[in-house]
């Protein structure tokens, strides 16, 4: 199995655990706090990585029934 499709679920939480320390308190970008962008864009991108990490184990899946295992 490969092991992207079992890390690649943990990244957002991961960067947006890690990203905390990186930003100021008084930035903005557009009309919210940095911090808060942080989290939104993550938000966005989390189900990007768990459909990815889907599709991963579907093929591995797949190419595991064609080999009779």
Excluded at 8 to 22: K, N, R, S, T
Aim: net charge positive.
């Amino acid at each position: 199995m490969n092991k992207l499709q079992w890390i690649l679920p943990l990244v957002p939480v991961a960067v947006m655990i890690a990203g905390v320390p990186f930003f100021s308190s008084n930035g903005r970008i557009w009309i919210l706090p940095e911090l808060a962008f942080w989290f939104f864009i993550w938000i966005l991108l989390a189900p990007v990585c768990l459909f990815t990490a889907d599709r991963l184990r579907a093929r591995a899946g797949a190419s595991e029934q064609e080999n009779g295992r």
